[in-house]
């Protein structure tokens, strides 16, 4: 298993691995984090002339990464704590699903709020939209209008304590528009977030902390799958919207 540490400016190019991504937050500035990173391998036999000032030669091997951008400090603290306070008031359900023909409680509350008619097929489960509260419709337009995401529904996640969890899987069902993004965003505790290649089985573990904007882009559904394992030393809740966009029902001979 690898833990992703490679970051590096929006303006830079160049790759880097070895720092801690929490050290980015403390400027409070807007930095991405990126996963492509390149192995340099010495190459001995292409050490040049001798004498000869060359450099020295190497194999350069780019290791497959998921498909994702990560924003650390997209959300202000201020904006962090309105949107906890706001998530109080939020009427988390903790639905039950059906695995193996038996119905067991998930591993955390949800909620789903969406545009009138993005009714969402969630595992076992039909969700009816409930209506955007305010904030959560500020936000919505606020990453059209800055990274021209388009979204029509978030799924707000609550994991009370290190205890709730979210399994193995891929945000793939038929009503998601493809090819659309993911925006996910976090508040609260950090979390481990892990994405794992679905072929190779190649497994990253990305810190997601509080005002952590993470977008999965498209096609990473149908190649990865991504899961929020437990952890029992954290002690504080966190919330997770994850903004989608769905082909809506009087639409749905797209799909
Ligand atoms: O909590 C997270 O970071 C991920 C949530 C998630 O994967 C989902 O709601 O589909
Ligand atoms: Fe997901």
């Not at 996640?157 to 945000?171: I, L, P, R």
Request: net charge neutral; aromatic share 8%.
């Amino acid at each position: 298993m690898s833990s992703i540490h490679a970051k590096e400016s929006q303006t830079a190019d160049a790759n880097s691995a070895g720092a801690n991504p929490a050290s980015l937050r403390q400027d409070g500035s807007l930095q991405q984090v990126s996963f492509d990173f390149i192995e340099r391998h010495n190459n001995a036999h292409g050490s040049g002339a001798k004498g000869a000032d060359l450099g020295e030669r190497c194999e350069h091997k780019v290791r497959k990464s998921p498909p994702v951008t990560w924003l650390t400090g997209f959300l202000s603290v201020q904006e962090q704590q309105a949107l906890l306070d706001d998530a109080k008031s939020y009427p988390f359900e903790r639905p039950q699903i059906e695995v193996y023909g038996k119905l067991h409680p998930i591993p955390r509350q949800q909620v789903w709020f969406a545009d009138e008619d993005c009714g969402y097929r969630y595992a076992s489960l039909f969700i009816s939209p409930t209506p955007w509260p305010a904030l959560l419709m500020q936000l919505r337009q606020r990453l059209q209008a800055e990274l021209g995401l388009v979204f029509n529904g978030v799924l707000v996640n609550f994991y009370a304590d290190g205890q709730d969890t979210v399994g193995w899987h891929s945000d793939d069902e038929a009503e998601i528009r493809k090819p659309s993004s993911i925006a996910s965003i976090s508040i609260g505790a950090t979390r481990d977030f892990q994405i794992r290649h679905k072929r190779s089985q190649e497994t990253f573990t990305l810190p997601l902390v509080s005002g952590d904007l993470l977008i999965m882009q498209p096609g990473m559904q149908q190649t990865w799958q991504h899961a929020v394992p437990r952890r029992a030393k954290v002690k504080a809740p966190r919330i997770n919207l994850t903004f989608r966009e769905l082909v809506p029902q009087r639409d749905n001979h797209l799909i």
